[in-house]
């Protein structure tokens, strides 16, 4: 149980695309999801937290007119990076969570903007 | 806000030698320590948890140990094997529906 799908798990893009990213809670209600963004060998850093039927809670530092977050439902959030250059190129990992239990992750988007 | 240390960065030990990996945090309404174990490329998987009304839990191998008073928290795994090499997080949430803070990760190596 508790399994969370992300994809498209590999983006190649120019540079100025739009890339969305979504992440699905499959087998459980997601009241709660976080997109963290991994550089090569570090840690998961926090982006952003989306409560479904709200607007998502942004991190120190972290535009929110660049990462657009979408959580519309409870199954489904989006991460949308608007124009994005090569500086975004990153691993990108979401996580759902139902109300206070433990989050579960999904696969990761390795972004790559060239 | 939170802050976890995590400490070593890297560790090496050979097959069935124990590892131990230290954090500290700095929030003592933290109350909920997860650890995570991530394979290169792959999801962080949660490998063991462990809430602040107990000080030690144990499952198989693994187990965390948990200071409140001097808000450090520590994950050891016995009888080290290969397919345990990768890299561990530990983390720290005041719990419900607060957020998650991640340590800085260590990469751990089991040499056959």
């Known amino acids: 149980g508790a399994v969370v799908s992300q994809h498209p798990s590999w983006v190649i893009c120019k540079s100025g695309t739009s890339v969305k990213i979504e992440c699905r809670s499959l087998?459980?209600?997601?009241?709660?999801m976080f997109w963290y963004r991994q550089f090569p060998k570090q840690s998961l850093m926090l982006m952003a937290t989306?409560?479904?039927?709200?607007?998502?809670?942004?991190e120190q530092g972290v535009e929110k007119d660049k990462f657009l977050i979408n959580h519309a439902s409870l199954t489904l959030s989006t991460l949308t990076v608007t124009s994005a250059h090569p500086e975004d190129s990153s691993f990108y990992i979401c996580?759902?969570?139902?109300?206070?239990?433990?989050?579960?992750f999904g696969d990761g988007t390795r972004l790559s903007i060239l | 806000g939170e802050n976890v240390e995590q400490h070593p960065s890297t560790l090496s030990v050979q097959e069935g030698d124990s590892a131990v990996i230290k954090c500290t945090y700095s929030?003592?309404?933290?109350?909920?320590f997860p650890w995570y174990k991530q394979e290169l490329g792959k999801r962080p998987q949660l490998i063991i948890d462990?809430?602040?009304?107990?000080g030690e839990k144990k499952d198989q191998r693994i187990a965390v140990t948990l200071n409140k008073t001097a808000k450090h928290f520590s994950l050891h795994i016995t009888e080290t094997q290969p397919e345990d090499s990768a890299v561990y997080f530990c983390?720290?949430?005041?719990?419900?529906?607060?957020?998650?803070?991640f340590g800085t990760g260590t990469k751990l190596q089991v040499i056959p």
């Open positions: 996580s759902a969570r139902d109300g206070g239990k433990p989050q579960h």
């Open positions: 087998d459980f209600q997601a009241t709660t």
């Open positions: 989306s409560n479904e039927g709200s607007k998502a809670t942004y």
């Open positions: 929030d003592s309404a933290s109350n909920y």
């Open positions: 462990i809430r602040s009304n107990v």
């Open positions: 983390a720290a949430s005041p719990g419900g529906y607060q957020k998650v803070t």
